[in-house]
């Protein structure tokens, strides 16, 4: 070796050195996928491959299937479906890309290869970046976009990524929904034309469609079998997900910011970087793919303290709602220590001097104590906590004011909305989002924490709702030419207030909430620890809106609360078990005055609370996920199951939610299991007057259980059980 080639050598090995193009061929690789890239000097950037890992790159192109594009930009060429587009200083909308160079680097858990271009003929440069995980198989995309042009330009499109997809019998799976109805799974077939999600919210992109797809390449998705693709995208503002198939060849997906009414100015100097678009792919079909993104997320920081155990808390909403008392509220934690809780949580009602917050139309940015209500105030709420051995959280909304506020009054310049109009009000008549773009808005909002903090330090836990759209399009703050940067600056004002509050604040717990899953994004986990699923706290429909949510999220930022029967959403009465054992999928919780519970109830919460906190927390939280019988399927059935990282221990549970004379029954199946091994099966969770199925505590092989399953008792309307499994 001679002395520039070891030169070039140390500084690869230590991650400085950027790529000479004789290596063309980038391989992206996750432990059991490979995303292949084709890298030349003075030409575009190509994919021409994603899926399971590969032994040869030769094999690739001897089977040739696909050769698109990575980063496609408007201009030569430009009939189809594109990532970029631009338009120059002098007018000029076109342009072409070409490689100049590539590197690679290390990271914790990641290797990232950066892949620098060049526009042709102007000075204008787009980083494609890759971070390729080594503990999951999860790829990661984005951009870094640089104007170092001698003026401006716009960007009319900038999006995160581009995956091309070979047609074939293609299916693609995705989520809608609304208030109290989130995450409803749709499943269709990709057919020649334009398919698309998109959110134009502007603040709150998980209400109705959400950021998330799979596509599933074998035909009709299936569970646990399959060649599936995920991508999801990291970003909590406006978004638009697209596939476009033109002729008999190729699926083109692209997905990122929604450019409508966001074309984005940079000055010389200037760069933008996209949010980061994750793909998973698994021969496992969705079920893979879901596992996939739950380790991503819980073991790389895409979700805040994603390997720690979640508390049981109770929540005071459905039990006072806005009727805040210190009598009230330390009923509710004699309850909650009486089952065994953790933490109690003060939800609205508590705030608000020259407006009382009674009614939900007012008080909103006036976040003092009511002394009419707490005399004491919120310390003395913690102090009552604290000596009953219990944490105490308490909830805020602080991107959030009313007009019937002393904020308002004083800051009226602070909303979103023009100058020039008349803003249009959201919930009671009265709300308004405050201008997240604004230094001073992000201040204040920072403040609403820190000043919490700063008077009641033992603060363990914080709900940050978010109950409002944007309704009116329009900043006082942002200058004329810049109104167009408004859905991307809130975003980019809000992240960079929520980074503050982490870095003074990692250890406080903080949920996101908006209207119940309005918020359920990857944009916004980094920096919470769990989100609300859904307002609606009725056992039943939280199957199907649970099932949907952890097609992507894991089950440790889930919060499930077991709520008052007859439910407050809708009416519906359901055994306290079934709530119970709906609730123990996610983080557990209370929503409801345990001095509702009868006497023979009371003892049952508290041994299922001891039994969540002992051995189903642990691994429901920090396991994988089987999904089995979708209640989608309409069988009236559901089942799931959970199992530690070494598979040595699971939870099984079974749901049935329907009742008809003569209904079939299902043979229940398990699988992720060690096929070799023997199990032992044992029901808790169980009511004292029931006796136990023909397989309590009989060991069974793991072979059998996933190969014919068991029979499961189930009589009647609501009911269910929960297996502990344990390996022998």
């Known amino acids: 070796m001679n002395k520039s080639t070891a030169i070039i050598a ?45 032994n040869s790159v030769d094999e690739v192109y001897d089977a040739y299937s696909l050769w698109e594009q990575a980063y496609p930009a408007f201009g030569a060429g430009c009939t189809e479906i594109t990532c970029l587009s631009v338009q120059h200083s002098d007018g000029n909308m076109s342009t072409e890309l070409k490689v100049t160079g590539w590197e690679e680097s290390q990271e914790a858990n990641a290797v990232v290869y950066t892949i620098h271009t060049k526009d042709a003929f102007y000075d204008f440069n787009v980083d494609i970046i890759y971070k390729a995980y080594q503990n999951c198989d999860v790829i990661e995309t984005w951009s870094i976009i640089r104007n170092n042009e001698k003026k401006p330009i716009t960007m009319l499109q900038y999006a995160s990524g581009f995956m091309p997809i070979r047609q074939g019998e293609c299916w693609v799976s995705h989520e809608h929904g609304a208030w109290a109805a989130e995450a409803q799974i749709t499943e269709q077939p990709l057919t020649e034309g334009v398919f698309e999600i998109h959110d134009l919210s502007g603040n709150r992109n998980a209400m109705t469609s959400r950021p998330n797809i799979m596509i599933s390449l074998d035909g009709k998705p299936q569970e646990n079998q399959g060649r599936v693709m995920g991508a999801v995208l990291c970003w909590p503002g406006n978004f638009r997900m697209t596939i476009d198939t033109q002729g008999k060849s190729i699926h083109r997906f692209v997905a990122g910011i929604n450019e409508a009414n966001s074309q984005y100015t940079l000055q010389k100097g200037e760069s933008f970087t996209t949010p980061s678009l994750a793909f998973a792919y698994s021969n496992e079909g969705m079920g893979g793919v879901s596992r996939n993104l739950h380790r991503w997320a819980r073991k790389n920081g895409k979700v805040h303290n994603g390997e720690a155990l979640r508390k049981t808390l109770l929540n005071s909403w459905e039990g006072v709602y806005l009727n805040v008392s210190q009598d ?51 310390t003395a709420l913690e102090k009552s906590a604290a000596s009953r051995g219990l944490k105490f959280g308490i909830w805020i909304e602080p991107e959030m004011v009313n007009t019937k506020s002393e904020l308002y009054e004083s800051h009226p310049d602070w909303i979103v909305c023009h100058p020039n109009r008349q803003p249009l009000m959201g919930r009671g008549g009265t709300q308004l989002m405050l201008d997240m773009a604004n230094p001073k808005v992000q201040d204040f909002v920072f403040g609403v924490v820190d000043n919490l903090m700063k008077e009641t330090p033992n603060i363990y836990y914080m709900k940050w709702d978010c109950n409002c759209e944007l309704h009116n399009y329009g900043s006082y703050y942002l200058s004329g030419d810049k109104q167009s940067h408004l859905y991307v600056d809130f975003q980019l004002g809000l992240l960079k207030t929520l980074e503050r509050i982490r870095a003074k604040y990692p250890d406080l717990v903080i949920q996101c909430c908006a209207s119940g899953g309005g918020r359920v994004n990857y944009g916004l986990m980094p920096y919470f620890d769990e989100v609300w699923v859904s307002d609606d706290t009725d056992a ?18 889930m919060a499930q609360h077991v709520s008052a029967s007859p439910n407050h959403q809708t009416g519906r009465q359901i055994p306290l078990k079934f709530r119970f054992d709906v609730a123990m999928t996610g983080r557990l919780g209370i929503e409801m005055k345990p001095s509702d519970f009868t006497p023979q109830e009371m003892q049952f919460a508290k041994n299922a609370m001891q039994t969540y906190k002992d051995i189903i927390r642990p691994i429901v939280q920090q396991g994988d996920q089987w999904r089995l019988i979708s209640p989608y399927e309409g069988k009236g059935f559901c089942s799931e199951m959970y199992l530690n990282e070494g598979r040595t221990e699971g939870v099984f549970f079974v749901y049935k939610f329907e009742q008809y004379i003569d209904m079939f029954r299902p043979r229940f199946y398990f699988a992720g299991l060690d096929a070799n091994a023997q199990y032992r099966l044992t029901e808790i969770n169980r009511e004292q007057r029931r006796g136990g199925d023909h397989w309590e505590g009989k060991t069974i092989s793991g072979k059998f259980l996933m190969e014919n399953g068991i029979e499961i008792a189930l009589n009647g309307l609501f009911d269910s059980k929960v297996i502990h499994i344990e390996k022998q």
């Open 10 to 54: 140390s500084l690869v090995a230590l991650n400085l050195c950027p790529m000479q193009i004789q290596a063309k061929d980038i391989e992206v690789n996750t432990p059991n996928t490979t995303l292949l890239l084709k890298a030349e000097e003075g030409t575009e950037l190509h994919i021409s491959y994603y899926g399971s890992r590969i």
């Open 328 to 378: 009230a509220c330390e009923k509710m934690m004699d309850g909650l220590k009486e089952i065994g809780g953790e933490l109690f949580v003060l939800d609205d009602g508590w705030f608000g001097n020259k407006y009382q917050r009674s009614v939900d139309n007012c008080a909103l940015g006036d976040w003092v104590t009511d002394t009419r209500k707490l005399p004491n105030g919120i």
């Open 540 to 557: 039943q429909q939280r199957l199907f809106i649970q099932w949907g949510t952890s097609m992507y999220f894991p089950a440790c930022i």
